[in-house]
């Protein structure tokens, strides 16, 4: 048997995995470098062992474990599972640590370490070394581009070129479900590579700077059948229109966000939504009136083959204070609804027609009767003698029509754009007052709040408390047991 000629510790040194965050760079030393170890271990206190502790204290025996143990320890660093502030920069300075234990660690570790990559700093550099160590597609191609499954770049500002996310998506686009794009390196040149991505299920360009082509954009998404959630750029539509009628949407789509400078037109426009679409956000859009937001509701009023159950409005400047107010009216079936506080009052949780006399079956679907607090107020009739008749009462509660809210809303979202003064618009009591007293959402069990509405200031705590009690009890009465899904939340 051949011996070996370099240490255990230098070989896992030199290991691919120089783009990743060591613990002296989270201490704030160089970023982005390889960190190399000393050929020699370093020196320690000679102690002396017996016979029995050398033949036992082999570094081959003690650090063995199976290959189901170490899947659990990486099991354990999934980011999802904590809550304080454990986030994927210190999952991947952990993940690079474990890989430099020995080669069945590194074999374990090198999947989980591609396959969301921290990206941020000099470290894309490195990083895009590894993966595209020559620009010839066939020449050093990194089998290691085959476990990045989610590519972020997000926090890239003016690091790495168009031509390079050009190159990354090619070499990925194998394997990549997740891509959100930076804000300068991505333009025109990149939609070829992108257009091969077939497996790619979620697409964010949200933070592209740079105009691009609509009828690009959406040719080339339309070859990603794959494709369930979108993003359109902030900068998409300006100085450009498109008839949304020949926009080809990917079957799969299940979330759409559209933002940027998209006109009347496009808003008045027909559109053919997949029917697998879930929710649909408007956020940033500059030229998005009210008169927009009346021809978009109008059309999803009527289109049949659309069932989305989630809005978002947020950052949108042309807006009126109360223009959403009726957007519960118009989308009645909506089970989530998330909107800036700026374009709304206490009076979107009271929209005009949402209540049906007990005919109206129409608008409810099997077993959602939902009572609004009024109804259980009955005038006792009484007899000649002065005495309440119960089986005239009971007649006369049987033959009363019953009103019934049929609004399906279950989370309300309240969110501050910080471009006007909010204070007081909508407080707590609002919401429990429609509610509880007035029966309006009857389903409503969960409400998020932005910290700037003061809602937990200490005048008002004790509304904020008493709504948060409703909402976990009506939660609770419809079978809700998991108490993340219920009550009042207030986001930092």
């Not at 394997?175 to 070829?192: E, G, K, V, Y």
């Not at 902030?234 to 100085?239: Q, T, Y």
């Not at 509405?453 to 409703?470: I, K, P, T």
Request: aromatic share 8%.
């Amino acid at each position: 048997m051949a011996r070996r000629t370099i240490s255990l510790h230098a070989a896992y040194a030199n290991a691919p995995h120089g783009w990743t965050l060591s613990s002296a760079q989270e201490r704030g030393d160089q970023v982005g470098t390889i960190q190399r170890r000393p050929a020699t271990p370093p020196s320690r206190p000679t102690v002396k062992r017996t016979k029995t502790e050398e033949e036992t204290s082999s570094p081959r025996e003690y650090m063995f474990l199976p290959d189901e143990i170490l899947l659990q320890i990486i099991d354990h660093l999934r980011t999802d599972k904590w809550t304080d502030g454990y986030a994927k920069a210190r999952k991947q300075c952990d993940l690079n640590a474990f890989s430099r234990v020995n080669r069945q660690w590194n074999s374990i570790a090198t999947s989980f370490l591609y396959d969301s990559p921290h990206l941020e700093g000099p470290n894309y550099d490195l990083f895009t070394r590894t993966l595209c160590p020559s620009i010839n597609l066939n020449i050093r191609k990194s089998p290691l581009s085959s476990f990045v499954k989610e590519l972020d770049l997000s926090l890239l500002v003016h690091q790495g070129s168009k031509s390079t996310t050009a190159r990354l998506l090619g070499r990925t686009k194998g394997s990549l479900a997740s891509f959100l794009a930076p804000q300068a390196s991505f333009s025109l040149n990149c939609f070829p590579a992108l257009s091969k991505c077939q497996h790619l299920e979620k697409l964010d360009l949200t933070l592209v700077s740079e105009a691009s082509s609509l009828k690009t954009l959406f040719d080339t998404v339309s070859s990603l059948q794959a494709l369930k959630e979108l993003h359109l750029p902030r900068s998409s539509g300006f100085g450009a229109t498109i008839d949304p009628a020949t926009i080809t949407w990917p079957a799969k789509l299940a979330i759409l966000g559209l933002s940027g400078g998209l006109n009347t037109r496009f808003w008045c426009g027909t559109f053919h939504f997949p029917a697998s679409l879930d929710e649909i956000s408007i956020t940033h859009c500059p030229k998005f009136d009210d008169f927009c937001l009346s021809a978009f509701l109008e059309t999803l009023m009527h289109h049949d083959e659309c069932h989305f159950f989630r809005m978002e409005f947020a950052h949108l400047p042309l807006l009126r204070e109360d223009s959403l107010d009726l957007v519960l009216q118009a989308l009645p079936f909506l089970h989530s609804l998330s909107v800036s506080v700026d374009y709304v009052t206490p009076e979107v949780l009271n929209p005009p027609g949402v209540k049906a006399n007990s005919e109206a079956r129409e608008y409810l679907s099997e077993g959602d009767e939902y009572y609004s607090g009024s109804e259980h107020e009955r005038r006792e009739e009484l007899d000649a003698s002065g005495v309440v008749d119960d089986r005239t009462m009971k007649a006369r509660r049987r033959k009363k029509k019953k009103c019934r809210s049929f609004l399906k809303l279950e989370t309300l979202e309240l969110t501050d754009s910080g471009e006007r003064d909010n204070t007081d618009k909508i407080e707590a009591l609002d919401v429990l007052m429609y509610a509880d007293d007035f029966g309006m959402v009857p389903k409503l069990r969960d409400v998020i709040v932005a910290r700037s509405l003061g809602w937990r200031n200490e005048d008002v705590s004790d509304d904020a408390d008493a709504l948060h009690d409703w909402l976990v009890d009506n939660g609770e009465s419809m079978g809700i047991t998991n108490h993340d899904l219920l009550g009042l939340k207030v986001l930092w």
